[in-house]
């Protein structure tokens, strides 16, 4: 019998990917600005974006929730992630400290470090010259975060001349506060010692490299334990996959549990030269999810649960996953919606 863990969820959130068809790309971006509307209808915590590139998804996750700090008024947005490595830390800065003020203070954003994907095919037209000796380490995001603290540029005497008089330069707009909510998204023990070191939030998902440890859940758990060991008392958030059917008819279960065995093999040992561990996705009615969540070793070390919805669905697939996982399964586990939520319903 799986062993029950005492499991206490405050916050929720989602992460959706925002895919869209490669001919049509209006109506999936809006589908997407309709979700995390109806998430926040549904009291969702906090809604997450991904940004890749070459795909036919959110390739702008700034410009994105720029849009979507007008649809919604409640809920906290995020990246989940920036790969920072096609970013100038300080173009990136003044883009993202301008959501964050449209939003009034809602915005997360989740940044890793790396060389970023399909570099072989994008860096050419990002960076001047040879590219492969461009900086792509955690210090590239060390300087993002130094642009946004709001420091001012040289010393007292400064000034610049603009059209409402001589200003003392720095960052515009600054948006208070904003350095507190940079998350990084930790894979490796190495990424979430430096991360807590440097007093970053963390982001712990369903992909994560092993160390030591064919085991996923216990390279899981070691990773946290370094990220709180290095000194970090911020937040992390835990993400899982997880698809509830109970609303869903006959067919779309049936799509929903083809899917989770179509990537159960690459669950079953590590995969590659970095040795990723993937976690099984959750896939089922919520009474068969809860009992998986409450078997699961990690959920007992976080407070905050983010559901990854999966490529490939459909606009009122994922509308019906967020709504049976905030009913059905998010308040089984101790969470409870904002106070006008639970008025309206």
């Known amino acids: 019998m799986a062993r029950v863990f005492n499991i206490s969820i405050s916050h929720i959130g989602f992460l959706t990917p925002g895919n869209y068809p490669d001919e049509d790309p209006l109506s999936g971006l809006e589908q997407t600005l309709e979700q995390l509307q109806y998430g926040e209808n549904l009291g969702f915590d906090s809604a997450w974006v991904r940004q890749r590139h070459l795909e036919p998804g959110i390739s702008s996750a700034s410009a994105f929730l720029a849009a979507a700090t007008q649809r919604t008024s409640r809920i906290e947005l995020g990246t989940a992630v920036i ?11 003044e883009d993202l400290a301008t959501v ?18 399909h570099a072989e095919l994008i860096a050419p037209f990002v960076f001047d010259g040879d590219w492969t000796g461009y900086d792509f380490s955690h210090d590239r995001v060390l300087r993002f975060a130094d642009n946004l603290r709001g420091s001012y540029l040289g010393d007292e005497q400064t000034l610049i001349k603009t059209p409402f008089g001589p200003q003392r330069p720095r960052l515009q707009p600054y948006a208070k506060g904003l350095i507190d909510r940079i998350w990084y998204g930790g894979g490796s023990q190495r990424s979430a010692e430096w991360a807590g070191r440097n007093g970053f939030n963390l982001l712990t998902g369903n992909v994560i490299t092993g160390e030591g440890t064919d085991d996923f859940f216990i390279a899981q758990s070691r990773l946290i334990e370094t990220y709180r060991a290095a000194g970090s008392q911020r937040r992390v958030a835990l993400g899982r996959v997880i698809v509830p059917f109970d609303s869903a008819d006959a067919a779309t279960r049936r799509r929903y549990r083809d899917y989770a065995d179509g990537r159960h093999e690459r669950t079953l040992s590590p995969q590659g030269e970095r040795r990723t561990l993937f976690a099984r996705d959750v896939v ?23 559901l990854e919805l999966p490529y490939e669905f459909e606009h009122e697939q994922y ?20 106070s006008d939520i639970r008025a309206a319903s």
Request: aromatic share 6%; net charge negative.
């Open 83 to 93: 790969p920072i490595g096609y970013e100038s830390p300080y173009r990136l800065a």
């Open 100 to 117: 964050d003020v449209l939003s009034r203070g809602r915005l997360n954003i989740g940044v890793s470090a790396g060389r970023p994907l």
């Open 284 to 306: 089922g009615t919520s009474d068969e999810i809860l009992a998986q969540l409450f078997a699961d070793p990690i959920l007992p070390e976080v407070s905050e649960l983010r």
């Open 319 to 338: 509308c019906q996953i967020l709504h049976d996982f905030a009913t059905l399964i998010a308040p089984e586990l101790g969470w409870k919606a904002p």
